[in-house]
T-cell receptor, first 112, second 112 residues
Framework: DAGITQSPRYKITETGRQVTLMCHQTWSHSYMFWYRQDLGHGLRLIYYSAAADITDKGEVPDGYVVSRSKTENFPLTLESATRSQTSVYFC???????????FGQGTRLTVV | QKEVEQNSGPLSVPEGAIASLNCTYSDRGSQSFFWYRQYSGKSPELIMFIYSNGDKEDGRFTAQLNKASQYVSLLIRDSQPSDSATYLC????????????FGRGTSLIVHP
């Protein structure tokens, strides 16, 4: 399907486990972003990528790792999950620097 | 202090009234401004974008931008109960990549 898709939609994991959230877009957008959304904080940027093999930290990158070997994929890995990483994670993409971002459906992650 | 500020609300208006949502931003170099709507449990979706000072109208929605005052607003005319959602202001500002920074959102309730 065309668009931007995230998987899984829901995930429960244990503290200390590694977990990867997937993001795939079919538009060939240059920019991709990972945000987390928590009550009281709104959307906070974790990492972003301006193109394949180019990634950079956002506001809250600690504990997360990203890669972008292909334009269409931008996985987010929690290396050792902590309870504070319980959140809703949104992937987004956009075509250029001053254009709007399109969001995936989100992944609700619970770390127990 | 967050770079993009919004009143968290809730803003409660009667059906048919005008809802006015406000947003201020700190980065004078910001180039583009966006309003997203987010229903509970869903991902943000774009409503309006504005680049230049003044007003931009699209149906029942009007975005207003004042760069000198670092202020952007969204007016919703003839508000409907289906407009009840959280409205996120986003600003593409800092750095060469113009990363989108989001406010915490304003909750709007339109009551019949």
């Amino acid at each position: 399907d065309a668009g931007i898709t995230q998987s899984p939609r829901y995930k429960i994991t244990e503290t200390g486990r590694q977990v990867t959230l997937m993001c795939h877009q079919t538009w060939s957008h240059s920019y991709m972003f990972w945000y987390r959304q928590d009550l009281g904080h709104g959307l906070r940027l974790i990492y972003y990528s301006a193109a394949a093999d180019i990634t950079d930290k956002g506001e809250v990158p600690d504990g997360y790792v990203v890669s972008r070997s292909k334009t269409e994929n931008f996985p987010l890995t929690l290396e050792s999950a902590t309870r504070s990483q319980t959140s809703v994670y949104f992937c987004a993409s956009r075509i250029g620097v001053n254009t709007e971002a399109f969001f995936g459906q989100g992944t609700r992650l619970t770390v127990v | 202090q967050k770079e993009v500020e919004q009143n968290s609300g809730p803003l409660s208006v009667p059906e048919g009234a005008i809802a006015s949502l406000n947003c201020t931003y700190s980065d004078r170099g910001s180039q583009s401004f966006f309003w997203y709507r987010q229903y509970s449990g869903k991902s943000p979706e774009l409503i309006m974008f504005i680049y230049s000072n003044g007003d931009k109208e699209d149906g029942r929605f009007t975005a207003q931008l004042n760069k000198a005052s670092q202020y952007v607003s969204l007016l919703i005319r003839d508000s409907q109960p289906s407009d009840s959602a959280t409205y996120l202001c986003a600003v593409n500002g800092k750095g060469g990549s113009y990363i989108p920074t989001f406010g915490r959102g304003t909750s709007l309730i339109v009551h019949p």
